[in-house]
């Protein structure tokens, strides 16, 4: 079966299938969301207003324990 593309506003928890669709589905079935911006794009609040938090940098962790750091040589212009 081919897949089924509509429009749909989210009420709460809910996501109503329009009427026409319903009679191809099964007991199962594979659900994709995707938001539809329609103008300005909104973000989450951050901890305040302008603020970043530590959860902001948690994919940036990376562990350095094993690198060697010479300044001159970082430094130096090639």
Do not use: C, H
């Amino acid at each position: 079966m081919d897949e089924i593309v509509f429009q749909a506003v989210v009420e709460g928890d809910t996501i109503r299938i329009p009427e026409q669709y319903r009679q191809f589905l099964t007991e199962i079935v594979k659900v994709t969301i995707e938001p539809l911006y329609e103008g300005k794009i909104q973000y989450a609040p951050r901890g305040g207003p302008g603020q970043l938090t530590q959860e902001d940098f948690s994919a940036l962790r990376i562990d350095t324990a094993g690198f060697e750091f010479d300044r001159d040589e970082a430094n130096e212009r090639r």
